[in-house]
């Protein structure tokens, strides 16, 4: 289950996620992105999108992780509500996306998200994986 709570900042959204491993708290950070851009409750799973996505470092798969995200679903028009990370190896991780086209009419559509960026970046492990970002809106 993933976890996530928007917090505030100034000009942007910050969005910190967390989970027993680093892997939940990616679809964590990428289901709150989602919140952020949509009412998830109102997408449903029609579609699986397979997303592979190879980074230099953590911290850096961190960003190229949402930052893809945001590019599918604006070049396919998407929206997505459920992420699965079904292989993380070194600074690379593939992943199974859940959602549908976006649909105005039915989808309660928030502000866009332009981009994450590395303002604040932090990728921390104690007791669990905690991530948190600002994204560009």
């Not at 939940?24 to 950070?29: Q, V």
């Amino acid at each position: 289950m993933a976890h996530f709570e928007i917090i505030d900042h100034a000009a942007d959204i910050g969005l910190a996620a967390w989970g027993e491993t680093f892997e939940e708290a990616l679809a964590g950070l990428a289901e709150g992105m989602f919140s952020i851009m949509a009412d998830l409750g109102t997408i449903e799973e029609r579609l699986c999108r397979k997303v592979k996505v190879e980074s230099p470092d953590q911290e850096s798969l961190v960003v190229d992780w949402l930052n893809e995200l945001l590019y599918i679903a604006d070049i396919e028009r998407l929206v997505f509500c459920r992420f699965e990370i079904t292989g993380l190896a070194g600074c690379g991780l593939l992943a199974e996306c859940h959602g549908e086209r976006i649909d105005p009419a039915k989808h309660r559509l928030g502000p866009a998200v332009k981009a994450a960026t590395y303002h604040m970046l932090a990728v921390e492990r104690g007791d669990c994986y905690r991530i948190k970002v600002i994204l560009d809106i």
